[in-house]
């Protein structure tokens, strides 16, 4: 297993940039980590890439990433991808509001499984994988209610 090092500069990334994307591109990456480093006109991105070395097997609890990202137009119906797509929209404002990435209030495969599994309840938002109770407490109301109103139909 190899680490590789690189500051990206924030004005100027291009060479530093090509770099590691070369690096990306040719190698079996295991893992990468970022940081950005506010210096104001020097300030970089530090990452470091983990990379694994030749065809073996990698080491006990790394996994390379490989499969190609879900696109879920593609597995969900036109009216199930609009709902995912407003969830979207609210998990983006959560995030913003909780000053937390989106993918830590929910990810993508827990607001596909919300529309998959028509879910409506706290106890059936907490049966999807990954979502726990402290996720269901803090942050499933605005989604239950959400999806409540789309699986209710239109009112008369």
């Known amino acids: 297993m190899q680490l590789r090092f690189f500051a990206i500069p924030a004005l100027d990334p291009a060479a530093a940039e090509a770099e ?3 690096l990306l591109a040719a190698g079996r990456v295991a893992g990468v980590e970022r940081q950005f480093v ?5 300030s970089f991105w530090s990452v470091i890439v983990t990379l694994v070395d030749g065809p073996g097997t990698l ?22 991808f609009a709902v995912f797509a407003r ?3 609210l998990r983006k404002q959560v995030a913003d509001a909780e000053a937390v990435p989106p993918y830590a209030v ?18 059936a938002l907490a049966r999807i994988e990954g979502v726990g109770p402290a ?3 803090r942050y499933g109301a605005p989604f239950l209610a959400l999806l409540a109103a789309e ?6």
């Open 106 to 123: 929910f990810n993508n495969e827990h607001l596909a499984a919300m529309v998959r599994q028509r879910v409506t309840s706290a106890e």
């Open 151 to 156: 699986w209710a139909g239109p009112q008369t």
């Open 135 to 137: 996720r269901v407490a």
């Open 59 to 80: 080491p006990a609890g790394l996994k390379v990433r490989s499969e190609r990202r879900t696109d879920y137009r593609e597995v969900l119906s036109e009216p199930d």
């Open 20 to 22: 590691l994307n070369a």
């Open 38 to 42: 506010a210096a104001g006109a020097a």
């Open 87 to 89: 969830l979207r929209i």
